[in-house]
């Protein structure tokens, strides 16, 4: 007599109504500063959706600046591995630093504060990439 095998589908999250993914269950890196200027925070989200596809978003936090990105399953927002979504987002995180660093009204006066963000965002870049080479080449 064959029997049906009960697949357990509640381990892979679910987006809400509007297609976005909720952050509260993705993996989440943050850096947070306070300084006189307001708060420079970073917070990058990887999630797996389906077994080895992984999401990313990230948050960009400059004094009254935000600029986020969505949680959200697209034909460019596909990894598959978690150092290539991390590194994704980080990416961008970078480039919302960059381009809106003066902008936030941050720059010079605080520019302690943004360098550690910086550096921090390098710091994960160059971990993302040491895993991606370490991987690639485990076998060769």
């Given at each position: 007599m064959a029997r049906q095998l009960s697949l357990s589908l509640d381990r892979w999250p679910v987006p809400l109504d509007n297609g976005l993914y909720d952050r509260a269950v993705a993996h989440r890196q943050a850096f947070e500063q306070r300084c006189a200027g307001g708060t420079v925070s970073i917070t990058l989200w990887v999630?797996?959706?389906?077994?080895?596809?992984?999401?990313?978003?990230?948050?960009?936090?400059?004094?009254?600046?935000?600029?986020?990105t969505p949680l959200r399953l697209s034909p460019r927002n596909r990894y598959d591995s978690p150092e290539a979504a991390l590194r994704a987002a980080a990416q961008k995180a970078a480039r919302e630093l960059k381009n809106h660093r003066r902008s936030s009204g941050l720059y010079p006066d605080h520019q302690s504060t943004l360098l550690r963000a910086t550096n921090w965002l390098e710091d994960m870049l160059q971990q993302c990439d040491y895993l991606l080479d370490r991987q690639v080449n485990l076998f060769g």
């Open positions: 999630l797996e959706v389906v077994p080895d596809l992984y999401i990313q978003a990230c948050e960009v936090v400059l004094g009254g600046i935000r600029r986020e």
